[in-house]
T-cell receptor
Framework: DGGITQSPKYLFRKEGQNVTLSCEQN?????MYWYRQDPGQGLRLIYY???????QKGDIAEGYSVSREKKESFPLTVTSAQKNPTAFYLC????????????FGPGTRLTVT | AQSVSQHNHHVILSEAASLELGCNYSYGGTVNLFWYVQYPGQHLQLLLK??????LVKGIKGFEAEFIKSKFSFNLRKPSVQWSDTAEYFC???????????FGTGTRLKVLA
């Protein structure tokens, strides 16, 4: 089946540790995105990538890092510098054609204590 | 600042009532507009989209939305809601010349049986 996979579904970490969230897509989409979803705040863009080996900061990139070494993969690292990392993280992808929508993964809920 | 606004944060309706959820954006030029729905425990999925042509767009599950350029609005409507429409609804805009999708803060709809 074509789609976006995110793993794991739930992730627990201690404060001060970096953690990497996985996102893989087999839709052959050029663009990939990471969002953070918090209650009452909607989806806020962390990073996005239009093409392999290129990515741009979104609105809340501080404390996060990404890489795009392969078209199918766009992992997100939540670093210890992120002040409030506990959240629901969503990965999405889309074709280059702007008439197309984004496709979303199931999300990863990260809890940092 | 450029943004997407959803005015209703929580809406409670009885089954068979009519629904209208507001969405306004502040981007100029040609934008692409989307409504997504997130049912409890499920992925975000597309309800409908507008990129050109007829400003009245029909989507899945009986939803429709009207693009009014002069009002920078893209309101979502459904003539008669069902209990199964209980979900969170997000308006999104893809501004011109960018790969970014900007989301509103979402509207939680609860339909009472």
């Amino acid at each position: 089946d074509g789609g976006i996979t995110q793993s794991p579904k739930y992730l627990f970490r201690k404060e001060g540790q970096n953690v990497t969230l996985s996102c893989e897509q087999n839709l052959n989409h050029d663009a990939m995105y990471w969002y953070r979803q918090d209650p009452g705040q909607g989806l806020r863009l962390i990073y996005y990538s239009q093409i392999v080996n290129d990515f741009q900061k979104g609105d809340i990139a501080e404390g996060y890092s990404v890489s795009r070494e392969k078209k199918e993969s766009f992992p997100l690292t939540v670093t210890s510098a992120q002040k409030n990392p506990t959240a629901f993280y969503l990965c999405a992808s889309s074709p280059s054609d702007r008439t197309y929508e984004q496709y979303f993964g199931p999300g990863t809920r990260l809890t940092v204590t | 600042a450029q943004s997407v606004s959803q005015h209703n944060h929580h809406v409670i309706l009885s089954e068979a009532a009519s629904l209208e959820l507001g969405c306004n954006y502040s981007y100029g030029g040609t934008v692409n507009l989307f409504w997504y729905v997130q049912y409890p425990g499920q992925h975000l999925q597309l309800l409908l989209k507008y990129f050109s042509g007829d400003p009245l767009v029909k989507g899945i599950k009986g939803f429709e939305a009207e693009f009014i350029k002069s009002k920078f609005s893209f309101n979502l409507r459904k003539p008669s809601v069902q209990w199964s429409d209980t979900a969170e609804y997000f308006c999104a805009v893809r501004p011109p010349g960018t790969y970014k999708y900007i989301f509103g803060t979402g509207t939680r709809l609860k339909v009472l049986a």
